[in-house]
């Protein structure tokens, strides 16, 4: 798999999928379909993925969209385009395996929605996340900030078209950990090998399973939840991990395999 706005570097599972269009990583077309195929495909990057990290080539994470590209956009093709956006960032949230995102400098509309459509983010000190589609004459991204906060906060950020810093963020429990910009992808690394040491036919499923129970209410998403265990309980890896635990061990996990439960939202019991 290629691109041209996009680097994949790929180490013991870790897929490290870096935003490089400069100067500020504005997103085209383009891009977005860069993004779609790199996120929707994670075993074409390099063998074995097992978790991603989204972060960006120089002084930002992402400015936006390209503003150049933006200016040509009317009510005859909007639907189109905007098509293109919504399936990128649908791409990330739909990964088949989990995607933490590295933020530093600014993540300001789309770059605030790519790093929400996330699992989880760590972000330099420096990071600022904003939303000023009204300050260009646009929508959108107020949804996805509403995903970490609560909606007094979503709508002063998009009202004023201010930044929150990435200390504010955390304090509302919307990124995990903020530290200095030069110790962020060590940081995230370090993060990404916590995940990439399980197994990864759990992972995969783990990430289905907490898609699919996100918006479920409380009865119907643990049933799947046990839906899941029974699913993933015949397998290897299930009997190796309650092994290298019993015996204070390192696991080894066999192959990935994917593991299927029938189509559709979670059954009430």
Not at 92 to 108: K, N, R, T, W
Not at 162 to 177: D, F, P, R, W, Y
Not at 189 to 217: C, F, W, Y
């Amino acid at each position: 798999m290629t691109f041209n706005m996009l680097d994949v570097d790929v180490i013991d599972g870790i897929a490290a999928v870096w935003l490089n269009r400069p100067p500020v990583n504005a997103v085209t077309v383009a891009m977005y379909d860069e993004i779609k195929r790199a996120f929707q495909r994670p075993d074409d990057l390099g063998a074995e993925v097992r978790v991603i990290v989204l972060a960006g080539r120089g002084a930002h994470f992402c400015g936006g969209n390209d503003l150049e590209e933006f200016a040509t956009m009317d009510q005859d093709n909007a639907d189109e385009r905007m098509w293109h956006v919504r399936e990128a960032f649908f791409a990330i949230e739909d990964c088949p395996v989990p995607v933490i995102a590295a933020v530093h400098g600014s993540a300001l509309g789309t770059g605030l929605a790519l790093a929400a459509s996330c699992d989880y983010v760590l972000a330099a000190d420096d990071a600022r996340f904003g939303l000023p589609e009204i300050t260009v004459g646009v929508m959108g991204g107020a949804r996805h900030l509403a995903w970490w906060a609560a909606q007094p906060t979503v709508r002063r950020a998009f009202f004023t078209g201010e930044s929150l810093t990435a200390q504010n963020l955390q304090l509302l429990g919307a990124i995990h950990a903020v530290v200095p910009k030069e110790e962020l992808m060590t940081a995230v690394i370090a993060e990404a090998q916590l995940v990439a040491r399980h197994s990864p036919t759990a992972m995969r499923l783990a990430k289905r399973g907490l898609n699919m129970i996100e918006h479920a209410d409380l009865k119907s998403g643990y049933t799947y939840e046990q839906r899941l265990t029974a699913l993933m309980s015949s397998h290897g890896d299930s009997k190796e991990a309650l092994a290298s635990r019993r015996e204070r061990r390192l696991p080894v996990y066999a192959a990935r395999e994917d593991l299927f439960l029938p189509p559709g939202a979670p059954a009430q019991r």
